[in-house]
């Protein structure tokens, strides 16, 4: 008899955001089809934001009143979060912002995140329209765990490092081009990345940089300090009672666009909607956060200074990827870091040396499904979990990225914080 998104200062309505575009181009007719039903059952007041552009959910979630809002819910790929974790570390109240629960239902082609919480809450793998289902099932129940992000500087212009934070992945290599070859068939839904990996293994070449990580054994003190009082405070719940506050929120079934050419019917909405939180601005492209704002990165030093000498510099620098992850899952059917938890505080460090076969990598691939990649004794692979990362590729073109989203490529650095951002799960 416990739920919802409210603590006791917030109201409790969830403003879904939905990348009309995302996936196969169907996540508002999957969201009506198989979820709105089951949060109206459930009590569960939404009020629908559909995205019109990239980044409009970014501007959104920077500018808004979040005291309005009981948890921000998006629907569509990882693309999608990591705007709205993006605009919510840029915000001057960071602190606090990132306090507010988040939630994803899985309608993009790229579900990592989605695929992770339904891993942790001990289901077994599911067909896509299941997967939905079952994250649909956690936004009702409404349970909210902590869950880790990473600070990643882009170092370009070391002396004007630009900083975004991620909830999932850092890849660079193989698995980066395999993400962004593969939009071209974003069509095929998650298999997106099965053909990506099969295009790309025909034409597998070597990435040369200079990888560096801190190891966790160096700071494992800390490790244990920060799960214990993590532990204390990882639950929230509340009543299923509990009702929107008051009529200045959509209804549940209401379904709002809140742009200038259709604006909502409920005209307390209008009025929200005339504000700066809706109005349409010229935002910036996909970009890092020029203003710093979020925590101290206490573990990195600049980009142009030599990594501290606890460090770790791998000695090779020839590779056929690298991918650093903070959740279990890269894709729906891609277990890369089985031992990965929400909030476990630890970057899962894998890279693979250049010289491995092409027959080799595709077992690696194949492995990973089941997430038994790491057991293949594989000579190439190696897997190790860090706190803070450095890699610096030498070719002045190439891909990088954040939870699958291209970032400005050059010199990059990583730290994790643990547990800083709320997720509902379970
Ligand atoms: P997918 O998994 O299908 O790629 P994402 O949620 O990752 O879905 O979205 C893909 C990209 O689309 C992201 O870069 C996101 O920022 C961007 N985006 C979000 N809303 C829109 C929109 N309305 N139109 C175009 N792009 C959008
Ligand atoms: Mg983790």
Request: some cysteine; glycine content about 8%; proline content about 6%.
């Amino acid at each position: 008899n416990r739920v919802l998104y409210s603590e006791v200062h917030r109201p409790c309505s969830v403003m879904l955001l939905v990348n009309p575009h995302s996936g196969k181009g169907q996540a508002l007719s999957l969201f009506t089809g198989h979820v709105q039903h089951m949060l109206n059952e459930a009590g569960v007041p939404h009020t629908l934001v559909i995205t019109e552009r990239q980044n409009h959910a970014r501007e959104l979630v920077r500018e808004a009143d979040l005291s309005q809002w009981g948890a921000l819910v998006i629907m569509s790929g990882d693309g999608l979060l990591f705007e709205v974790v993006n605009g919510l570390m840029e915000r001057e109240d960071w602190e606090e912002a990132i306090q507010t629960p988040l939630g994803i239902l899985p309608g993009g082609s790229g579900n990592a995140l989605a695929a992770s919480i339904h891993h942790y809450s001990g289901a077994q793998p599911v067909s896509s329209e299941e997967l939905l289902v079952s994250c649909g099932f956690l936004l009702c129940k409404g349970l909210v765990s902590r869950m880790d992000l990473a600070s990643i500087h882009l170092g370009s212009s070391p002396s004007n490092p630009t900083r975004l934070f991620s909830f999932l992945s850092l890849a660079w290599g193989f698995v980066a081009d395999v993400d962004v070859e593969s939009e071209k068939y974003r069509h095929v839904g998650a298999a997106r990345f099965t053909m990506g990996t099969l295009v790309r293994l025909a034409s597998l070449r070597v990435y040369k940089g200079r990888l560096a990580y801190l190891p966790v054994d160096e700071v494992d003190g800390e490790e244990e300090d920060r799960q214990s009082s993590v532990s204390l405070e990882e639950m929230t719940s509340v009543s299923p009672q509990c009702q929107p506050p008051s009529s200045a929120f959509c209804s549940s079934t209401l379904l709002c666009r809140p742009s200038k050419d259709s604006p909502c019917q409920n005209a307390a909405h209008n009025s929200r909607n005339s504000n700066n939180a809706f109005k349409a601005k010229n935002w910036e492209p996909m970009s890092a956060n020029a203003t710093l704002t979020g925590p101290p990165d206490s573990l990195l030093v600049p980009l142009d200074q030599p990594v501290p000498s606890d460090w770790v510099v791998v000695p090779e620098e020839d590779f056929v990827l690298m991918l650093a992850m903070y959740q279990s899952h890269l894709a729906k059917d891609l277990y890369a870091a089985p031992d990965s938890t929400l909030d476990d505080g630890l970057i899962h460090l894998i890279y693979v040396r250049a010289g491995i076969s092409r027959t080799a990598l595709l077992r690696l691939f194949l492995a990973m499904e089941k997430g038994t990649h790491l057991a293949n004794n594989c000579p190439h692979l190696v897997y190790t979990r860090v706190r803070a990362l450095r890699l610096e590729p030498y070719s002045p073109k190439g891909v990088i990225t954040v939870d699958g989203e291209v970032v400005e490529y050059g010199p990059v650095q990583a730290q994790v914080h643990g547990g800083i951002a709320r997720l509902i799960t379970r």
